[in-house]
């Protein structure tokens, strides 16, 4: 079911505040349960979206470089790494299909609790059960077409990689200066920083927007990414100003939880803590796009919530269509 379109204009920022007033209402008064559900939720949707984890590759490539701190100190330790590789493919090959089947049931999981998410923010409920059934399918779809948008932008990722490190290894091979492989890595990185940003757009275009749409329209997600075109042909201005005004949200986020981490001593780091302390933020976050869609016409709370009762009657047929002779009722027997 689709509401009717607003008439007003949408705007992000009034969608970031409609968002706020969603998240004051449905998670106060305070639920120690309901906020730790959520939290839950939330924390297993962050699990495929990607996150730092290398520290102990730049110590290894650091002990293998030297402790000298020179420039060529990299250059080195990928010389050393692709030995390395070279004298272990067995290990590095099995290693690297480890990784991308736990990647695959991360990106599973994800797809799933993502729906999840959006049905608790837009309902008002504390539910992981049932959201998860009643939307698997469309989960499932929605993990399709991550696995073929994600995989793909991170083969790109790794060729642009690959080709600079087989650049820097060529380079360093034909005794260039280090100023003019750097000059020659410029733009290379520059590349790199670009891929980037469009998987996180992408990404975003897949959480924000194309998920709630399956569940507004009932639609797979290949037909739910044409609407979403559909949209942003129709209204970039928009979709631009939302892209750009997360970024500059999402920097505050950051700052906040920084502060929030140091004042709880750094237990609000820990994962499943952080989420459900902190859900207010992410809630709100969540409710944004929806209510940005919600102006646009598609509207997913009132998809998901039951219409307000407004008959006893099941069946508009069975309710009374004439006037009643009060003379033939026998007050006698039961009315039901």
Request: charged share 10%.
């Amino acid at each position: 079911m689709v509401a009717s379109a607003s008439r007003r204009t949408p705007s992000a920022i009034d969608a970031l505040g409609e968002g706020i007033s969603h998240m004051r209402e449905k998670l106060f008064p305070f639920s120690f349960v309901g906020w730790l559900t959520l939290g839950f939720v939330s924390l297993l949707e962050s699990c495929g979206s990607g996150s730092g984890g290398g520290g102990g590759i730049q110590n290894r490539l650091g002990k293998s470089g030297g402790a000298s701190g020179s420039i060529g100190d990299p250059i080195r330790a990928i010389e050393g790494a692709f030995n390395w590789i070279a004298d272990h493919m067995i290990l590095f090959v099995g290693g690297l299909m480890v990784v991308m089947l736990v990647s695959l049931l991360f990106m599973w999981l994800r797809s799933r609790t993502i729906f999840v998410y959006i049905d608790d923010v837009a309902t008002g409920r504390f539910d992981l059960v049932r959201p998860w059934g009643q939307h698997g399918a469309l989960a499932d779809s929605f993990f399709g077409l991550s696995l073929v948008v994600q995989g793909t932008a991170f083969i790109v990722i790794v060729l642009i990689v690959g080709l600079g490190t087989l650049f820097v290894v060529w380079a360093r091979a034909q005794a260039w200066a280090v100023g003019v492989i750097l000059m020659g890595v410029i733009p290379i990185g520059f590349i790199f920083v670009l891929a980037l940003i469009t998987a996180a757009l992408l990404d975003m275009a897949l959480r924000d927007f194309i998920a709630p749409i399956q569940i507004s329209r009932n639609l797979g997600s290949q037909a739910a990414g044409g609407v979403l075109l559909s949209m942003v042909s129709g209204n970039p201005g928009l979709f631009i100003g939302y892209a750009l005004l997360k970024f500059l949200v999402g920097i505050g986020i950051g700052i906040v939880l920084f502060i929030g981490v140091c004042l709880t001593c750094c237990i609000g780091a820990l994962p499943l803590v952080n989420q459900t302390l902190f859900q207010p933020i992410y809630y709100a976050e969540r409710a944004w796009s929806l209510k940005l869609l919600a102006q646009m016409g598609d509207d997913v709370a009132g998809t998901l919530l039951p219409p307000p009762s407004g008959s006893r009657y099941d069946d508009p047929g069975d309710a009374p269509t004439g006037p009643i002779n009060l003379s033939e009722v026998n007050l006698d027997e039961p009315q039901v």
